[in-house]
């Protein structure tokens, strides 16, 4: 295998920052353990690495696609999406796959970090017009946060897996949503 380059070393300490972030706005993690950063050719994603067979402890672990080894601006925007799904990972089966609301919230925090590391405001733009249910995750999340900017830390005191939040949770949380946004926010990405 060959040895970490400069970007590589940077992404080891910014995933943490980032993850760091992430809590700030959208609250704490879960308990899980995570294995760290990988490579591939594939899309980017946080997947299950392994589960402990006796604590039943889940281990994730966060794959870039690989032009991120040479590319700081799409490492940037990969990374930060990813970090994320470190809020609350689930094991992706039928059933308990990702929301629209998380897509949503990583779409919007790797636009805000990617601008902010890169100064690039039209890179994020490109991308979205490259992934129509990107934008579309984003823009329902925008249109929750226009309701209430700590929506998600009040659904996450309840639920605090994202991709397990039910409509129900929105009125335990006190947040006056309309159906169609909540079935919408919910629906499976």
Do not use: W
Not at 27 to 47: I, M, N, S, W
Not at 57 to 83: C, M, P, T, W
């Amino acid at each position: 295998m060959k040895p970490p380059n400069q970007l590589m070393l940077e992404y080891e300490k910014l995933q943490y920052e980032y993850l760091a972030e992430a809590q700030e706005i959208f609250g704490p993690k879960t308990d899980y353990g995570y294995v760290g950063l990988g490579y591939h050719k594939f899309a980017p994603r946080t997947l299950l690495y392994s589960k402990d067979s006796l604590s039943g402890k889940n281990f994730f672990k966060i794959e870039l696609y690989r032009k991120a080894v040479d590319d700081r601006k799409d490492g940037i925007f990969q990374l930060s999406h990813e970090v994320v799904h470190l809020i609350s990972p689930v094991e992706q089966v039928d059933g308990n796959e990702v929301n629209y609301l998380e897509e949503g919230m990583a779409t919007c925090f790797s636009k805000i970090i990617t601008e902010r590391e890169t100064n690039d405001y039209e890179f994020c733009a490109i991308m979205f017009a490259k992934s129509p249910k990107y934008l579309k995750a984003y823009t329902l999340y925008l249109a929750l946060m226009e309701i209430d900017q700590n929506a998600v830390k009040k659904l996450r005191a309840i639920t605090p897996v994202i991709a397990k939040i039910r409509p129900q949770d929105f009125i335990k949380a006190g947040l006056k949503i309309d159906e169609e946004l909540i079935e919408a926010l919910l629906a499976k990405f």
